[in-house]
């Protein structure tokens, strides 16, 4: 019996190995079919994926963004079409060879080129926003796996000019400075946003392409800008810089009757093509709008209108300006020009800092501040621009005798060089109130105006009679005072210069001036006001007359004088429509004509600027715009 038992353990425990066995065997089998029946669907068989994986991607289709053009409809900002290049890693087997080839053509590190080959992923961009050439030579090597996506990029024509108050936008043309920041929700086109269907190999399955109409392209945005005006303007104080060995400079050109800004300029100058080379942020800065100083001498022409208009002084009034040295209480003014008795014409003319501060003591504190408030002083101008200071103008409560002594010759205070010409131009203007602007109307894709400006009647801040009398006492600072160096034979010109101290830490420093001139012309009937400043000019000699006014005579000549004789001696041309062209084309057609072309971009003429039919003035360059097909 025992035997038996122990007979029949050892025959089941045999039998339960040989089970065991073909369960593993059979587990074994199945798992190798399940593995190989999932790598056929996965490798080879596309439609289970269609249904296990599917994905549905959003699609952004984005509107051509906007122009921005200056006063003739010059364009000065444009979005012209780039090649992109893009790789499907999965495609590309020789990633070695390709990353020679790739990194050599699209001149980028090989190392660089060879990690996005090596990705797991369908789609990889190499190169953003490559260069026309670059794209023409992807083309001509035909590799699998490399394609080309056109995108659009901001270019402005004219490099630097304009820059500041441009501004630019970043790689997605998205505003980041200047209008393009200020406007960017006019000149971003709609959004249409799509929807993908992939499978899990990344290949569409179907899509919506066909419902979807084209999303519609930004507005454009019309400035008050001349080209002109503003190229003659940065040219000068460049100039002016390099030659005084100063930080900076910049300077504006308005309208005094409309408040149209003809030019607003600084240097160093700011290139919105290059925008990511520009580590020092201040270059991006529209100066003449955003930075603030304490403006000297060029405030005694608003505190003799002031005087004027309260009544306190006339031709006949004598100022006695005590030989250049005049105390209150424990302080000293000092006068550069050492003079006795002076009337008003003579205490501009010579810059009396004593005479200011003697004419301030007849005009109480609260009205002297109302004036200066009227004239639009401590405020924004609410210019459409981006980060526009209002200056500081501090509650005449708070005036002592020295406190109003300073501020009666621009120390204590501090302004922008747009705040003065919004100033001047009402003193030029005959005495009304004007808003200084830049946007002269915006238009939509299909040409229709959207926006445009309305000039309103403005109020009046002083009167006509004062405003003559300043037109008249001003001519006389060009013609016998300090601004001397201003003046332009065969107009008239109005004009007071300025030196203004930089403050520090316990006083002012003895070696950083800021230094000005305000004017404008003709003095009878002034059409240009323009504010020229020049920051720490280096040398013993830093006045506003030496730096600053040579700069208002140069640019005021050439825009007034320089401009009519080469209308009179220069036979203006139609522009040529070169819309559709080849590039080969359109060389042979300017070399013919005698025209200037910049040519941007690559394949045939989209756009042109001027637009076919206008006026082609002496030495003006053509701007045509290319893109792949017509």
Known sequence: MNSFIKEFKEKDSELRKRINLIKYCIFLFLIVITIKVFSLQLIYNEEPLKFS????????????????????????????????????????????????????????????????????????????????????????????????????????????????????????????????????????????????????????????????????????????????????????????????????????????????????????????????????????????????????????????????????????????????????????????????????????????????????????????????????????????????????LINPEKWSQIQAANISFGQGMSVTSLQLAKALSIIANGGVNIEPYLIKSITNSKGEIIFEKKLNPGRRVISYTTSKKMRKLLKSVVEDGGGFKAQIEGVSVSGKTGTGQVATKGGYSKERFIVSFIGFAPSDSPQLVSVITIDYPKGERAYGGRWAAPVFKKTIEKILIDEEKVEKFVKAKDVPSFLGKAKREVIKIAKEKNLKVKIIGNGFVKKQSPKPGNIYQFQEEISLFLEPGI
Not at 117 to 122: D, E, H, Q, S
Not at 169 to 185: A, R, V
Not at 357 to 376: A, D
């Open 53 to 392: 994986k599917i994905q549905t991607n959003p699609f952004q289709l984005l509107g051509n963004r906007g122009e921005i053009r200056d006063a003739n409809g010059k364009i000065l900002a444009v979005s012209v079409a780039y090649p992109s290049i893009h790789l499907n890693p999965r495609e590309i087997k020789d990633k070695v060879y390709y990353a020679k080839i790739l990194s050599k053509t699209l001149s980028l590190p090989r190392e660089q080129v060879l990690k996005k080959l090596n990705k797991r992923k369908y789609f990889v961009w190499i190169k953003r926003l490559a260069s026309h050439k670059e794209g023409d030579k992807i083309l001509s090597l035909n590799l699998p796996g490399v394609g080309i996506k056109m995108e659009y990029k901001r270019d402005y024509p004219f490099g630097h000019l304009a820059g500041q108050v441009l501004g630019h936008t970043n790689l997605d043309q998205i505003g980041m400075e200047g209008l393009e920041y200020k406007f960017n929700n006019e000149l971003a086109g709609s959004k249409k946003i799509i929807t993908l269907t992939k499978d899990g190999k990344g290949k569409i399955i179907t899509d919506n392409f066909s419902a979807i109409e084209n999303p519609e392209d930004g507005s454009n945005v019309n400035l008050t800008i001349k080209s002109k005006y503003q190229f003659i303007l940065e040219k000068e104080i460049a100039r002016a810089v390099k030659k005084s060995k100063a930080l900076r400079g910049y300077g504006i050109i308005i309208n005094p009757n409309t408040g149209e800004i003809y030019a607003m300029g600084s240097y160093p100058f700011f290139n919105p093509n290059k925008y990511s080379e520009y580590e020092d942020l201040s270059k991006k800065r529209n100066l003449p709008a955003w930075n603030t100083f304490e403006p000297g001498s060029v405030m005694k022409s608003f505190l003799v209108a002031s005087a004027i208009e309260e009544g306190v002084v006339n031709d006949k009034t004598i100022i006695d300006c005590e030989m250049g040295k005049r105390r209150i209480g424990k302080y000293i003014i000092h006068d550069v020009n050492k003079k006795g008795n002076l009337n008003i014409s003579g205490v501009l003319n010579f810059s009396s800092n004593i005479g200011a501060s003697k004419i301030i003591e007849k005009i109480s504190n609260n009205k002297y501040y109302s004036f200066l408030k009227n004239l639009g002083f401590g405020s924004k101008t609410n210019i459409q621009l981006p980060g526009e200071a209002k200056g500081i």
